[in-house]
């Protein structure tokens, strides 16, 4: 599934086309808000393409602000699009109410009913639906069975902790089956070790239920654990889409490959097709179709580069460069480098993960050493 | 705590460090519930007296007797002006007030909801100039503006013309139950409108989305989310319009009739009018306090505490 890509930001190239139908596509979305007094409107979705395949774990991706909310709201209803059209299984939904299509929301704040008892508030959407009573409580009580609240039926939402507060929006939301299942950082409220369990917890829960889940989240490693897919936004645009792979190894921009973890970015002047140079003018490899002399920049996972000394027997299937290290920080599963490369026209810094395992070459502040990679892990950002 | 328990005793003098002598906590515990007396005194006295003992001459004054030229005898101590409650004009008028009452609570409700919601979700800055429009009419003397209904109400005033205007044939507003309410819900609509603003401002609007998400039309998401959880400021809002509609003085007096006289004129007659009956117009008081007491008594039991 990871391999598809539907996907395109706009000025791409097309997508090739969908072999099934996407559970939600978005065309040309773009949602403006009106601004201040005299002022321009805000444009917090700005002209987005996006296909989810039918059964993923969708997530979208990038800091507050970014538009990944206002996305989410208009699948829902909450907001109406600007222009462009929203398709939920192929149905035009753009301009419906929220009442009116096949879709659920997990909200961030839960927005559980305060005066309903937690069978009422999972029982409020089939009730709205005149779903029969036999019906409702044979429903309400698998559901209830499937995020483990039993015996809590007849608690009020106050009487529960936040992550049973939690359970019952997704119990709530999941009861009336629908087609995609709508969730606003759902996890945010709650801390760090309940936030993990979630993680997995909620990634069972969907691959058993089999519905589309569209993830809103800020939290990178979040998306990572958990999703088929990821699109990355930013300032109301669709930056990147694909796998967390693809997404974490490949990033295609300086605000990606900054977002999602931590990267070092080598500045380069292309020589040719397969080669570029360094600041100190060390040769490495790359794939690029820029012209001689174009400046590009390359982006190195930390943990993806390798340490020896600098009288090491040279590997040339790795790409190496010299420099001094400066900095050693101790981080408990692994030791932090980092190394000054000299000489051409800049220094510049790279930072170095090395695994803490036994057999490992610890170095010291001052050594000389060369840095290497494999230049696959090295990509060509786009910006 | 283990580590800060002393050794056994050994020597009866010792004292354990960490304990003051037991006075002087409970010193301190005395000046501080005195400073907290202090600091209500001014209030404490005002209310004592010029509301608890007003209110003890008023309870004593009902067991009195009125003498045949109309002065009041503290002597010969009695039920009559009790028993002369159920006279029928007494029902009559209770039974008027209650009804004006009533309708004036669900006429302000009706129109107080609409705007304290459209209040509540407006922008902060909006919300600020408008909760000062409503606040307006109390910078301007109460009796005056009731004057103001009266040439608006009367028979050749505005509104009176425009009811003709659309087809009312000989419309007479002034004088009646119709100008009483709407005087009286003119008076009392902030009272409405403050109390179901802030239980309406104080609801998280993601449940009303909550609600439309599961598949709630917008009736259906006011009727099962919005209604119940805004019932606090319904209940409050009611009781303090209804409460002073009930007891209402001014605006029956000045848009009423003599068909439209409420409990609070008819009291005020037993003490500054024709009638000059002081027993009986305490005994009133006492009994509409009385009933006031219970109704609130029974709406802190019921709904207002779990809400």
């Known amino acids: ?383 | 705590m283990a580590t800060t328990l002393t050794p056994p005793d050994t020597d009866d003098t010792s004292v354990p460090p960490a304990d003051l002598p037991p006075g002087l906590e409970r010193n301190a515990e005395k000046a501080e519930s005195r400073r907290g007396f202090l600091i209500g005194l001014p209030a404490y006295a005002y209310l004592v007296l010029f509301f608890a003992i007003p209110l003890a001459i008023v309870v004593v004054y009902s067991f009195a007797t009125r003498s045949p030229s109309g002065l009041t005898v503290l002597a010969d101590w009695n039920l009559r002006s009790y028993v002369r409650l159920t006279d029928s004009l007494v029902l009559a008028i209770t039974w008027r007030s209650l009804w004006i009452a009533t309708f004036t609570t669900v006429v302000s409700l009706v129109v107080a909801y609409p705007f304290a919601y459209y209040l509540a979700t407006r922008p902060p800055r909006t919300r600020a100039i408008l909760l000062v429009l409503v606040m307006i009419p109390f910078w301007s003397n109460f009796l005056v503006r009731t004057f103001a209904w009266r040439l608006l109400l009367s028979s050749d005033g505005p509104v009176t013309r425009i009811l003709e205007f659309v087809g009312f044939a000989n419309p007479r507003l002034l004088f009646t139950p119709t100008a009483v309410i709407i005087g009286l819900v003119y008076g009392y609509l902030p009272f409405m409108i403050l109390p179901l603003y802030a239980s309406l401002e104080r609801m998280d609007h993601s449940l009303v989305e909550a609600a439309r998400d599961l598949y709630a039309t917008g009736w259906e998401a006011f009727r099962k989310v919005t209604w119940p959880l805004s019932k606090p400021g319904v209940i409050a809002g009611s009781i303090l319009v209804f409460i002073p509609s009930f007891g209402a003085y001014v605006t029956p007096e000045v848009l009423g009739g003599t068909g439209t006289t409420m409990l609070g004129s008819y009291i005020g007659r037993q003490f500054v009018g024709t009638a000059s009956d002081w027993p009986f117009g305490s005994s009133l008081s006492v009994a509409i306090l009385f009933v006031m007491m219970i109704a609130a008594m029974f709406y802190f039991r019921s709904g207002g505490k779990d809400l």
């Open chain 1, 1 to 383: 599934m990871s391999e598809m890509t539907e996907v395109t930001t706009t000025g791409q190239t097309a997508a090739p086309a969908p072999t099934e139908t996407p559970a939600v596509s978005l065309h040309a979305v773009t949602k403006r808000f009106p601004g201040g007094k005299g002022s321009e409107p805000v444009v917090a979705v700005d002209h987005i393409d996006l296909g989810i395949i039918d059964g993923e774990f969708f997530s979208l991706l990038g800091p507050s602000g970014c538009g990944k909310t206002t996305t989410l709201r208009m699948i829902a209803g909450f907001e109406y699009p600007s222009a462009g059209s929203i398709r939920i299984f192929d149905e035009e939904v753009g301009l419906k109410p929220p009442n009116k299509r096949p879709v659920n929301t997990v909200f961030q704040s839960y927005a559980l009913f305060p005066h309903m008892t937690v069978a009422q508030n999972i029982a409020f959407g089939l009730e709205m639906k005149d779903v029969g009573r036999d019906e409702i409580q044979r429903r309400v009580a698998e559901v209830i069975d499937l995020v483990q609240l039993e015996g809590r039926e007849n608690r009020k939402p106050k009487q529960l902790s936040g992550g049973q507060q939690q359970r019952v929006a997704l119990a709530r939301a999941l009861v009336n089956r629908p087609k995609v299942l709508l969730l606003d950082e759902p996890l945010g409220a709650l801390d760090l070790k309940l936030r993990q369990a979630m993680q997995i917890e909620l990634k069972q829960m969907q691959e058993k239920v089999g519905i589309t889940f569209v993830y809103v989240t800020h939290d990178q490693e979040e998306a990572l654990t958990m999703s088929d897919r990821i699109a990355v936004m930013d300032s109301g645009n669709l930056l990147q889409v694909g796998s967390p792979e693809e997404i974490y190894d490949h990033p295609r921009t300086r605000f990606v490959a900054d977002f999602i973890g931590e990267t070092n970015l080598l500045e380069a002047t292309v020589v040719d097709r397969r080669t570029a140079e360094l600041g100190d003018g060390t040769p490495v490899r790359l794939d690029s179709d820029a012209a001689t002399g174009t400046a590009v920049t390359l982006a190195v996972r930390p943990e993806k580069l390798g340490l020896v000394r600098a009288d090491a027997e040279r590997n040339h299937d790795l790409d190496a460069v010299h420099g001094t290290v400066d900095r050693v920080t101790f981080m408990g599963n692994a030791i932090a480098y980092h190394v000054t490369i000299e000489g051409g026209r800049i220094p510049f810094g790279i930072e170095i993960r090395q695994g803490n395992a036994p057999g490992i070459e610890h170095f010291a502040v001052g050594d000389e050493v060369r840095v290497r990679w494999a230049p696959s892990s090295a990509s060509v950002l786009e910006d």
